[in-house]
């Protein structure tokens, strides 16, 4: 859920009462004031996906994945 407000003497004031408990936990975004801001590529956890990569010893996963995943017939991948 989005809600929009504004910084004032330190405290964020929305511009419509908000339906959160006091105490609530939340997190502030700053931004321009627009929810469909896109954050930066930096902040997309995919961003470093490479560096998450693991050497699986598959060399033909690319071109037969249907085959590790659902069982179907091997394909020749052109090497």
């Known amino acids: 859920m ?3 407000g504004t910084i ?6 929305f511009g ?3 339906p959160l408990a006091d105490g609530t936990p939340v ?3 700053v931004g ?3 929810p469909s801001q896109r954050p930066a590529a930096e902040d997309d ?7 998450l990569a693991v050497d ?3 060399n033909d996963l ?3 994945i249907d085959h590790y995943l659902y069982g179907h017939p091997k394909v020749d991948d052109g090497r």
């Open 45 to 51: 956890p995919l961003f470093d996906m490479s560096e």
């Open 8 to 13: 004032q003497n330190g405290v964020v004031v």
């Open 62 to 64: 690319g071109a037969n």
């Open 27 to 29: 997190n502030v975004v």
């Open 32 to 34: 321009n004031g627009l």
């Open 56 to 58: 699986m010893g598959i």
């Open 16 to 18: 419509a009462p908000v």
């Open 2 to 4: 989005v809600y929009q």
